[in-house]
């Protein structure tokens, strides 16, 4: 039960980049300029795809646009990792994605979210995020969603 006051009053997701980025196979490092914690091991980074990304009008013409997703973007083809306070490192990988918006306009439309494989989330705050992507992207937006139900 306190988990789900906890969600319902404390849970948020915000964006980490105030304008799009690109993300490569090099390090692209953010120093934060507000810590971020997770409520629950649920917690997750968002990357968003801007709408003008060649993929979503590829996707638009899918039947199955999550098929298309997991064949362009594979498991573990976006890393990152935060960094909490301790200088301690937290690693996330690419795993599964969201659509909001199958008409694919809006900014939010397809979020690709990157997992915690380490299971030690809790009890930290993390003032920096490293991120590379064996696939280019461009005109991203980063977010961190800091719950899971």
Do not use: C, H
């Amino acid at each position: 039960m306190k988990l789900f006051f906890m969600i319902l009053f404390f849970g948020k997701e915000i964006l980490l980049t105030s304008s799009p980025v690109d993300i490569t196979n090099e390090w692209l490092i953010l120093n934060l300029e507000k810590q971020i914690s997770a409520i629950n091991s649920g917690a997750t980074l968002n990357v968003q795809l801007s709408p003008n990304d060649p993929i979503m009008s590829k996707l638009q013409t899918l039947d199955d646009p999550f098929d298309g997703l997991v064949k362009n973007f594979p498991n573990e083809t976006i890393e990152a990792i935060l960094i909490d306070t301790n200088n301690d490192e937290v690693k996330f990988q690419s795993g599964s994605f969201s659509i909001s918006d199958f008409t694919f306009q809006r900014s939010d439309s397809v979020r690709i979210k990157l997992l915690d494989r380490t299971g030690v989330l809790l009890n930290r705050k993390f003032k920096t995020l490293k991120i590379k992507s064996e696939i280019p992207l461009e005109n991203v937006k980063i977010g961190w969603k800091n719950y899971s139900q």
